[in-house]
Nanobody, 127 residues
Framework: QVQLVESGGGSVQNGGSLRLSCRIVSGYISDTYLMGWFRQAPGKEREGVAAIYTYSNLNYYADSVKGRFTISQDNAENTMYLQLNNVQPEDTATYYC???????????????????WGQGTQVTVSS
């Protein structure tokens, strides 16, 4: 069973950068079909941020982060990354990585597609 561990969160100033990591500690990236990043801000619903199909590297982004965030994977390191550039206060949230190991199919923003979730890492952007 694939298990995910996020890291890299912290406090960053408005306009700064941060890189989040999602390491597969049990299993391999090749055990997944789709991996994604979601975030949840206080008082808001969890939303999809970005996703990547691990076999094709095809990736998707929410409109709110397009051009600022970059999702990538390193198969040798069994790790997925999310590079956050030019962060804004509205990017403050707990960020979760998730994986679909069943090839469930569907829109990448649908949480039900993902059957494995990490514990989350906090990103706080100060103005």
């Amino acid at each position: 069973q694939v298990q995910l561990v996020e890291s890299g969160g912290g406090s960053v100033q408005n306009g700064g950068s941060l890189r989040l990591s999602c390491r597969i500690v049990s299993g391999y990236i090749s055990d997944t079909y789709l991996m994604g990043w979601f975030r949840q801000a206080p008082g808001k619903e969890r939303e999809g941020v970005a996703a990547i199909y691990t076999y094709s590297n095809l990736n998707y982004y929410a409109d709110s982060v397009k051009g600022r965030f970059t999702i990538s994977q390193d198969n040798a390191e069994n790790t997925m990354y999310l590079q956050l550039n030019n962060v804004q206060p509205e990017d403050t949230a707990t960020y979760y990585c998730a994986a679909d190991t069943r090839s469930y199919g569907g829109n990448w923003t649908i949480e039900l597609i993902y059957n494995v979730w990490g514990q989350g890492t906090q990103v706080t952007v100060s103005s």
